[in-house]
Structures are given as structure tokens and as C-alpha cells.
């Protein structure tokens, strides 16, 4: 494990597709919220109380994050709907709108690229989410994760600082507001995990 973070306050949002990247997003879920405070790290299922509005909370988790971690997987551009439509075409699709209101608030988005992913291209994305390619991605390998971890520890060490600093500063944070209300506004129920 990394040495203590610097004295950083600041809150992670874990944006992944349960079908593919559930387990790798539990375990680095474990290890940010050992080093940060589970208080300062979102996963949905770790995150969201059972009786919450699901949309209002991952709504207010992303409109109040400093950080978007994406982890994207094998199947992440492909992944179908119930009729076979790829969900990254549905305007509603949670992962869609996790990293549109991350990139439209313009808080540090880091792809991550679990076993293998490559990252896609812009033209294969939405052009609501092509920004996301230009974004330095950490590839995260079961062989090296401890490794991968410890990078990622460093970089978001040094983000939360900054925002720390701006914060004392009486900087604020990136606006919330405008860029989450599509997932506010979302209407299709979520459906709970088995």
C-alpha cells in the first residue's frame, strides 16, 4: 500500500458498467475509500442508501466530485441494451451521463482501461462524450494492480490537494448544477442489481 495521502478533501466517482467491470470497480472502490475515507469516494451500490432516489443521488455525486474515474472494459463501447441497441447511443444511459456531466464541468476525468480495453477512438463515441479520448488513460491490469493503484494514488493525491488549496483559497469547485440535470431529469427507472 501507498504511504498516507496528503491532508486532501475531495470527492471520487466511480463511473462503470456493472455487466463487466463490477469487480474491479469493488476493489478499487475498497482501496480509495481505505486511503481517502469512504465518505469521499461514490460507487453506486456502496454509496446509495436502500430506500434513496438513485437518479438524485448519483445526480448530486456528480455534480459535487473533483474527480471521474471511468473504467472502461472490453465491452464498454459495445454493450447492448434489451433490444440490442449499444447503450452509449441512449441519451438516458447512466455511463453516458456520468462522463458527460464530468467532462462538461471539466473536473480531472481519468479513463481507465481494465485488462486489456483499449481506449476508444472519438469517432466511435457520441460527440457528447468524444472529449474522453483525449484524456491520459491508466491501464489497470489484474497482474499490476497494485502497481496501477499506486499511480492512480498519486495523481489524485495531487488533484485533491489543488482542490484543497483552491478551496482555502475560497476557490470553489467546478459548477455542479446545469451539467448532472440530465440524469435529474432522467425518467426510466434504474434497475437494482441481483
Known amino acids: 500500500m501507498a504511504d498516507s495521502p496528503p491532508n486532501a478533501t475531495g470527492r471520487i466517482f466511480i463511473s462503470y458498467r456493472r455487466e463487466e467491470t463490477a469487480y474491479p470497480a469493488g476493489w478499487l ?3 480509495l475509500a ?7 469516494v461514490f460507487k453506486d451500490v456502496d454509496s446509495i442508501q436502500l430506500g434513496d432516489d438513485f437518479v438524485e ?17 472490453d465491452e464498454w463501447l459495445t454493450t447492448a441494451d434489451e433490444h440490442g441497441r449499444r447503450r452509449l447511443d441512449d441519451p438516458d ?35 457528447s462524450l468524444a472529449r474522453l479520448t483525449r484524456r ?43 451539467a448532472a440535470a440530465a440524469l435529474r431529469d432522467r425518467e426510466t427507472p434504474v434497475p437494482v442489481p441481483a
Not at 481505505?34 to 469521499?40: L, N
Not at 456520468?98 to 460527440?127: F, G, H, S
Not at 493525491?157 to 459548477?175: K, M
Open 29 to 31: 472502490y475498497d482501496r
Open 34 to 40: 481505505d486511503r481517502y475515507g469512504g465518505g469521499q
Open 57 to 73: 443521488a448519483i445526480t448530486r455525486a456528480v455534480g459535487s466530485c473533483d474527480v471521474v474515474l471511468v473504467l472502461i472494459g
Open 93 to 127: 444511459d447512466f455511463v453516458r451521463l456520468e462522463v458527460q456531466a464530468a467532462l462538461t464541468r471539466n473536473v480531472r476525468v481519468i479513463p481507465i482501461l481494465v485488462d486489456k480495453a483499449r481506449m476508444p477512438r472519438a469517432d466511435e463515441l457520441p460527440e
Open 136 to 178: 491520459q488513460a491508466l491501464e489497470f491490469s489484474p497482474a499490476r494492480f497494485e502497481f496501477d493503484t499506486s499511480r492512480l494514488f498519486k495523481v489524485l493525491d495531487t488533484t485533491l490537494a489543488e482542490v484543497r488549496r483552491n478551496q482555502d483559497d475560497g476557490g470553489t469547485a467546478a459548477g455542479a448544477g446545469s
